[in-house]
């Protein structure tokens, strides 16, 4: 059974910092891309950020300079460390596993994310 629990969220003041994390467990975590989607109240989910199995990375333009994802394979964790947080960086942060034999896809149960002003 494949598990994605995440970790780190909280309530931040502008400008200030987290680190979500993931961890995974249930699959091979080293061979498949992880995400991070996050979701606003009234709005749809959005890709934040992704890595792939051999570390390739790519972010929505609105977080480019201020997120890093990162993974650990010996952890079958991936991090989202964010800085110089806004206020409309406000959401439910969501961890996601593409399965890369299908693409099917795993999500986390979300890990929420306030940024005061």
């Known amino acids: 059974q494949v598990q994605l629990v995440e970790s780190g969220g909280g309530l931040v003041q502008a400008g200030g910092s987290l680190k979500l994390s993931c961890v995974v467990s249930g699959i091979t975590f080293s061979i498949n891309a992880m995400r991070w989607y996050r979701q606003a109240p009234g709005k749809q989910r959005e890709l934040v950020a992704g890595i792939s199995s051999s570390g390739s990375t790519d972010y929505a333009d609105s977080v480019k300079g201020r997120f890093t994802i990162s993974r650990d394979n010996a952890k079958n964790t991936v991090y989202l460390q964010m800085n110089s947080l806004k206020p409309e960086d406000t959401a439910v942060y969501y961890c996601?596993?593409?399965?890369?034999?299908?693409?099917?896809?795993?999500w986390g149960q979300g890990t929420q994310v306030t940024v005061s002003s």
């Open positions: 996601n596993l593409l399965r890369r034999i299908d693409r099917f896809q795993f």
